[in-house]
C-alpha cells in the first residue's frame, strides 16, 4: 500500500483546488489527497504532471481525466451516505477512479472494452493491495449482471442516453451516474432506479464511451 501514498505538499494544493472546483465531500477529498494519481500513469516522466488539474494520456487513445472532473464523479456517488456499496464502474481506464472508489469503502465491479488496460488494472490493484476491486473485459454499456444488482454505477465517458440495461441492473434506492452529453454542452446526469433525475455541472467535457468490446486491444 505504501506506493499509494501521495506527496503531501502537492496533494495538499490538489486538495485545495478541488474545492475551489466545489469536491466538498470529506471523504472524496480524503481519498484523493492520500492516492497518488502518479501510480496510474503509464508514460514515463508523465508523474510530476500527476497533482495538476490536467488530463494524462494513457494507452488505447484512453485518458486519465482531470482530477476536479474525477471529484465530481465520485462526489455525485453519494458514497458516504452507505455503510457498503457495490459500484458498476464501466471505464476502467487507468483503474484510477475505480482505486478512488475502493479506497472510499466500496466493492468495485469495473469493465473496460479494452483488455490491455483491464490487465494493467487487474496488475495495478493487485500491486496496491485493493482487494475489494474486480475488472472485466467487456461491453461496459451491457454491465456485468452477473454481479448485480448495484448500489452505484458509474459511466466515466459521457453517452447521449443511458442504456436501459444499466438501469435494471440497479437496486432498489440505487443511483447511476453518467456524463450526459446534450445539443450543446455536458451536464453530469444523476439517475435512480426509480427514474428522477438531476442535472449537475461538470468541470470539463469527458470523452464518449463507445460500444462493444475491442479485438484489437
Keep these: 500500500m505504501a506506493d499509494l501514498i501521495a506527496d503531501p505538499f502537492r496533494a495538499a494544493r490538489l486538495v ?17 489527497e492520500t492516492i497518488d494519481r502518479g501510480a496510474f500513469v503509464y508514460t514515463p516522466g508523465l508523474e510530476k504532471l500527476a497533482f495538476e488539474d490536467c488530463v494524462l494520456p494513457i494507452p488505447c487513445g484512453q485518458i486519465v481525466p482531470r482530477p476536479a472532473v474525477t471529484g465530481q464523479l465520485l462526489q455525485a456517488l ?7 456499496a457495490r459500484i458498476l464502474l464501466i471505464g ?6 475505480a482505486a478512488l472508489a475502493a479506497q472510499l469503502g466500496a466493492d468495485v465491479f469495473a469493465m473496460d472494452r479494452f483488455r490491455r488496460l483491464c490487465d494493467a488494472a487487474r496488475r495495478r490493484m493487485l500491486d496496491l493491495g485493493l482487494g475489494n476491486v474486480a475488472v472485466r473485459h467487456g461491453d461496459g454499456l451491457t454491465g456485468w449482471p452477473e454481479r448485480g444488482p448495484y448500489d452505484r454505477i ?5 453517452v447521449d442516453e443511458v442504456p436501459d440495461v444499466l438501469l435494471q441492473q440497479l437496486a432498489k434506492g440505487a443511483v447511476l451516474i453518467a456524463p450526459l452529453q446534450t445539443a450543446d454542452s455536458q451536464v453530469l446526469l444523476r439517475m435512480g432506479a426509480d ?17 462493444g468490446r475491442s479485438r484489437a486491444l
Design 16 to 32: 485545495l483546488h478541488l474545492r475551489q472546483e466545489g469536491i466538498t465531500d470529506g471523504g472524496v477529498l480524503k481519498a484523493m
Design 78 to 84: 453519494q458514497i458516504k451516505q452507505m455503510r457498503e
Design 92 to 97: 476502467v481506464g487507468s483503474g484510477y477512479t
Design 154 to 158: 458509474l459511466l466515466t465517458g459521457a
Design 195 to 211: 427514474g428522477t433525475q438531476q442535472r449537475l455541472a461538470i468541470a470539463h467535457p469527458l470523452p464518449a464511451l463507445v460500444e
